[in-house]
């Protein structure tokens, strides 16, 4: 199975002091470890040996495994579906969560049912436009962006209401994040639009594409001390070794035995 899994039946999970899951997630990455995760790409299918047998290719190699939500505007399996499997089968998944395509009031309940199967991690996404996917034809919904749906998990989360003021009898136990590109120009505005939103969520997802020795990067991290950035690597292959980001070696070995399959697709 995967390196480090999630808990997802327990009844009353034991959450470390500081924390705000009791997933193996933050606590990595709150111990300051270099973190690996895979996105996943949900199948057009509806077998759940279909995500598992997905999911196994990388048993040993990753930290955690995104569920992607109709990532680049194309339907698949839900990412809330494909977070309960994996959660059931013992893998450590983050629930990604695209505003793309539903109002406040589905995702907040999205977020709760998440939460009562054992999801322990959430990353916020405002969504592909549907002009790139293969619906063009949909509407989107956009009631909500990536930073409101930040504020409303936190408020869910830690204040105990929907962002109506209603009360919740349960508030969902969830490690909340964002996807940013410090690399990408202007770098001030980045760094500007970190350090704002630094209390709204303890991490950051950031592509292994992205070349973290670029300027870019120190800079955004500079305006922003309190940030802990989870570094979401790919499989990387004997002919990208040459150029692209640098990685630990550590890092490297993990995806050694996966150079093959790799090269294969």
Excluded: W
């Excluded at 150029?243 to 070995?253: A, M």
């Amino acid at each position: 199975m995967m390196m480090y899994g999630d808990l997802a039946h327990e009844a009353d999970p034991i959450i470390p002091p500081g924390h705000s899951s009791s997933g193996s997630l933050e606590r990595l990455l709150r111990s300051r470890t270099f973190v690996v995760t895979t996105e996943l790409d949900p199948p057009d299918s509806a077998q759940a040996e279909d995500v598992y047998r997905r999911a196994r290719i990388f048993d040993g190699y990753v930290d955690a495994i995104n569920a992607t939500d109709g990532s680049g505007a194309n339907c698949h399996m839900s990412s809330l579906a494909v977070c309960a499997l994996l959660t059931r089968a013992g893998y450590s998944p983050v629930m990604q969560i695209s505003c793309r395509d539903k109002n406040r009031l589905a995702i907040q309940g999205d977020i709760l049912g998440g939460a009562a199967m054992g999801v322990s991690n959430i990353l916020c996404l405002s969504g592909d436009g549907v002009q790139l996917g293969d619906h063009p034809q949909a509407k989107p919904v956009f009631d909500l962006d990536c930073m409101s749906l930040l504020q409303t998990g936190r408020k869910m989360r830690d204040d105990h209401m929907f962002q109506s003021g209603r009360k919740l009898t349960s508030a969902p136990k969830v490690f909340l994040g964002a996807a940013a590109n410090p690399s990408a120009l202007p770098f001030e505005l980045h760094a500007q639009q970190l350090a704002t939103q630094d209390e709204r969520r303890p991490y950051v997802s950031k592509r292994s594409q992205i070349d973290i020795s670029t300027q870019g990067f120190p800079r955004c991290c500079g305006k922003s001390q309190r940030l802990t950035f989870r570094v979401a690597c790919t499989a990387i292959g004997k002919k990208n070794r040459s150029r692209g980001p640098v990685h630990p070696n550590s890092v490297l070995l993990r995806f050694t035995p996966l150079e093959a399959i790799h090269e294969l697709h």
